[in-house]
């Protein structure tokens, strides 16, 4: 699944071709996508001019006068600005067509993205519990150790939480506690004040690091200029099961926590 990473580079990747731009059509060729797309999306978005283009948490949100098109990836999703004569695909459910003859296509073959409508001044359900974003001020160690105080769950599947914080997935999670030195198992409730404060800089770090590399290279993963992302080669520890610790040479080891594989190096993860 696209993580936050890969979200910002999709959601910085289309915003200079739309915003300023006038939506003169919104086209669905499947509307079965994990929720369907409402039938009035066109009606609230045709003629309208694209104000900007913002991300919450996994969600990217395409503001127009009168609230904001929510648009999420899912598993296999890809936004892509094309031409208006390129000839959709299987997979290219909903096109949003603009008078500067782009467009700004949807392709989602497991068809677990969606394309929903939030009001402007109301707060839609799937954005209303959302945890603070891992980059703003709001995610600090005061606000992560409140969160961990009493807590016997392990501290991977707290911060992966996204009503503790926001698009904090498993790769970027498996990234920050090995370099904090934290297993990932350990209980979030016995992690001192002071090792949360290094976990807090290497999550914010490291999602830092992979948006300005323009996300992780997955197998379905392009940004929004078609182009894939080129943080995978930085990784220390997500997918290297097995492999040397790049500190301590041991064999990385493989867990399963929260149905989530998960890797992390005994000897240096305490």
């Keep these: 699944m696209p993580e936050l990473p890969e979200v910002e580079t999709t959601c910085r990747g289309i915003r200079p071709h739309i915003k300023g731009e006038r939506l ?18 066109a009606e609230k978005i045709e003629g309208k001019t694209v104000v900007d283009v913002v991300r919450r ?14 648009l999420h990836l899912g598993m296999s999703g890809s936004l892509r600005i094309v031409d208006k004569d390129k000839i959709p695909q299987k997979h290219d459910h909903v ?17 677990f993205g969606s394309v929903l409508w939030q009001p402007e001044g109301e707060h839609h359900e799937l954005l ?6 891992p980059l703003s001020e709001a995610f600090n160690v ?19 939480d996204s009503k503790v914080v926001v698009g904090v997935g498993n790769i970027y999670a498996t990234e920050a506690l090995f370099i904090s030195g934290i297993d990932p198992r350990r209980s979030a409730g016995k992690i001192s004040k002071r090792r949360l404060l290094i976990l807090v800089d290497e999550i914010k770090g490291v999602l ?63």
């Design 208 to 270: 830092a690091a992979a948006i300005q590399q323009g996300g992780t290279t997955l197998k379905d993963f392009v940004g929004g200029d078609g182009k894939p992302g080129y943080f995978q080669q930085k990784l220390h520890a997500y997918g290297r099961k097995g492999e040397p610790c790049v500190n301590c040479l041991a064999p990385l080891t493989e867990v399963r926590l929260g149905q989530r594989s998960t890797v992390f190096c005994k000897h240096c993860q305490t």
């Design 57 to 70: 948490g996994k969600y990217i949100l395409v503001c127009v006068d009168g609230g904001q098109v929510m």
């Design 24 to 41: 003169i059509a919104l086209n669905v060729r499947n509307p079965n996508l994990r929720w369907p797309v409402p039938d009035f999306l």
């Design 142 to 160: 005061d606000y992560l150790a409140s969160c961990c105080a009493g807590k016997k769950v392990a501290i991977k599947s707290l911060i992966m």
């Design 95 to 111: 096109d949003f067509c603009f008078t500067n003859s782009q467009i700004l296509r949807l392709t989602d073959p497991r068809r």
């Design 128 to 133: 209303y519990k959302l945890g603070p974003e």
